[in-house]
C-alpha cells in the first residue's frame, strides 16, 4: 500500500529565505508524486509532478522537487520564500498514476517579513 | 477553459439529513475522482467516476454515494449525516483515468449541525 509522510506539519522561514519542504513516500511500484498547494478557502493547484524521466522537476511560482528513489524522497524546495508562497503544502502518490491520489498531512507554509 | 465547478460552496445541514453535492469537470474530461478533506484525517479518496462508471472507491461507509451522468457531471450524496460529515469536499477531474493530469474544484464546505 502507498503512504506519503510529510515531516514537519508547520514550517515557518524569513521572507528570502530557502524553502525546504519534506517529503517521504512508499510504493510498491514506480510512483507518480506530486506537490499540491491549497490557499485559504480554495481547492488544490498542482504546483508539480514527477512521473518518469528526469529526477529533478521544476514547477511553478519558482518551486522544484527531486526524486530521490533510493531516499525515496521527493522534497520540495524554493530558493527564496515570498509571502505569497504562504500556504497549506501537500505531497501526494500515486502508483504509476493508475490509483487515487494518497496525500500526506500536508505542510503549512508561514512566511515572515 | 473554464475550470472545475462544484456547487453549492458552502453548506450547513443537521444530523440524519441527507446532502447533494455537485462537481461539473473541465469540458472533455470523462473522470471525476472526489476527496473527502478534514483536519483529523487529512485527503482521503472516496470514489472515482469514469465514463458513469465507478471505477475506484475509497474507504467510507455505504452512507456516501456518488454517480455520474452521460455529460461526466457527478454528484455525491451523504445519507444520514454525522457530525464527523463536517468537512471540505474536493473534486477533480481528468481527461482519462489517470491521476497525472487531475485538475481539482474549489470543494464545498459542508457543514453538520
Known amino acids: 500500500a502507498q503512504s506519503v509522510t510529510q515531516l514537519g506539519s508547520h514550517v515557518s522561514v524569513s521572507e528570502g529565505a530557502l524553502v525546504l519542504l519534506r517529503c517521504n513516500y512508499s510504493?510498491?511500484?514506480?510512483?507518480?508524486l506530486f506537490w499540491y498547494v491549497q490557499y485559504p478557502n480554495q481547492g488544490l493547484q498542482l504546483l508539480l509532478k514527477y512521473t518518469t524521466g528526469a529526477t529533478l522537476v521544476k514547477g511553478i511560482n519558482g518551486f522544484e522537487a527531486e526524486f530521490k528513489k533510493s531516499e525515496t524522497s521527493f522534497h520540495l524546495t524554493k530558493p527564496s520564500a515570498h509571502m505569497s508562497d504562504a500556504a497549506e503544502y501537500f505531497c501526494?502518490?500515486?502508483?504509476?498514476?493508475?490509483?487515487?491520489?494518497?496525500f500526506g498531512k500536508g505542510t503549512r507554509l508561514s512566511v515572515i517579513a | 477553459k473554464a475550470g472545475v465547478t462544484q456547487t453549492p460552496r458552502y453548506l450547513i445541514k443537521t444530523r440524519g439529513q441527507q446532502v447533494t453535492l455537485s462537481c461539473s469537470p473541465i469540458s472533455g474530461h470523462r473522470s471525476v475522482s472526489w476527496y473527502q478533506q478534514t483536519p483529523g484525517q487529512g485527503l482521503q479518496f472516496l470514489f472515482e467516476y469514469f465514463s458513469e462508471t465507478q471505477r475506484n472507491k475509497g474507504n467510507f461507509p455505504g452512507r456516501f454515494s456518488g454517480r455520474q451522468f452521460s455529460n461526466s457531471r457527478s454528484e455525491m450524496n451523504v445519507s444520514t449525516l454525522e457530525l464527523g460529515d463536517s468537512a471540505l469536499y474536493l473534486c477533480a477531474s481528468s481527461p482519462d483515468s489517470s491521476t497525472d493530469t487531475q485538475y481539482f474544484g474549489p470543494g464545498t464546505r459542508l457543514t453538520v449541525l
Open positions: 510504493s510498491s511500484v514506480p510512483p507518480y
Open positions: 501526494a502518490v500515486s502508483e504509476s498514476g493508475n490509483t487515487p491520489l494518497v
